[in-house]
């Protein structure tokens, strides 16, 4: 049976959003557990495939240069968190070789957050003329998988390497476009539980296996709320506390919840004595 699953951020009380001039809106994710990739994903469709709950992406040709490959959803998505996680499994030429995320592209200009895996660089360079913006060498390895964040609030873009700061970037030529995924230079690289979240981004419903489990997060300056869930969203009276202990890392606070049969839904509310 088949559970379907909503974080709905309904914040009655804005005060706290106001005084940090953080407005929530919804999350966009997508776990490729199904067995085919998601009609909103636009691009190379081709040279990725949903494989055992993971996005597999390939980039590969005998000789190079070796062409970046990329599908994304959105189309003025602006300012938001993504996360996403990567592992480069098997190099093709191994000199190019690496697995990104795709940030503001309007088809003009965009950013490119990548873990450049055959050089052990963190890299940011615009996407169509390949400026760099930031590059830092890290110890970066095959098959290992990494969580990777990027923050972007108008000019200002913050990344994050397994909740480590990379580094930040101010630059306004893109400030809204699609987000997604890349690979180049790869016979094979992962990506899995890719979320974006902020104020503008559609909010979309995930299909779970009930028995399974549903990870959610919002940062952790939201100190004063408490997480609620109901299986009745037009009934007000019928919303339930959700009694699992959320755990604070890297500026966000997560709870992970099982899934039973049914429709679920969960706000933020304020946390009134």
């Given amino acids: 049976m088949k559970t379907s699953v909503q974080f709905l951020c309904l914040l009655s009380g804005s005060i706290l959003l106001v005084s940090t001039s953080f407005t929530f809106g919804g999350t966009w994710s997508d ?3 199904g067995s085919l990739l998601g009609s909103d994903w636009e691009g190379d469709r081709d040279f990725f495939s949903v494989l055992n709950g993971t996005l597999d992406g390939i980039s590969a040709q005998p000789v190079g240069p070796v062409p970046l490959h990329q599908v994304a959803v959105g189309t003025n998505w602006g300012d938001y968190s993504v996360q996403c996680r990567i592992n480069v499994v098997t190099p093709n030429l191994a000199i190019c ?15 490119i957050f990548a873990l450049h895996v055959a050089a ?21 390895e095959m098959k290992t998988w990494y969580l990777v964040r ?9 990344f994050f390497v397994d909740n480590e700061l990379i580094g930040m970037v101010t630059d306004g030529r893109s400030l809204s476009g699609a987000v997604g995924v890349a690979v180049q230079d790869t016979m094979e690289t992962w990506f899995d539980d890719f979320t974006v979240t902020g104020p503008a981004i559609p909010s979309n419903g995930l ?4 028995g399974s489990k549903i990870t959610l997060s919002w940062p952790s300056f939201l100190t004063n ?15 339930d506390t959700v ?22 839904f969960y706000t933020l509310a304020p946390n009134d004595p």
């Fill in 97 to 111: 070789t690496k697995g990104a995320l795709i940030l503001r592209d309007n088809g003009k200009d965009g950013y």
């Fill in 31 to 33: 776990h490729f557990s």
């Fill in 120 to 140: 052990k660089t963190i890299e940011v360079y615009r996407l169509y003329d390949h400026e760099m913006l930031l590059s830092k060498d890290a110890p970066l």
């Fill in 225 to 239: 709320y408490v997480l609620n869930e109901t299986s009745n969203i037009s009934a007000p009276s019928g919303w």
């Fill in 150 to 158: 990027a923050e972007l609030q108008g000019s200002t873009m913050k």
């Fill in 243 to 264: 009694t699992n202990t959320p755990v604070e890392v890297g500026g966000y606070f997560t709870v992970t919840l099982d899934v039973s049969p049914g429709s679920h």
């Fill in 207 to 210: 299909e779970l296996n009930a």
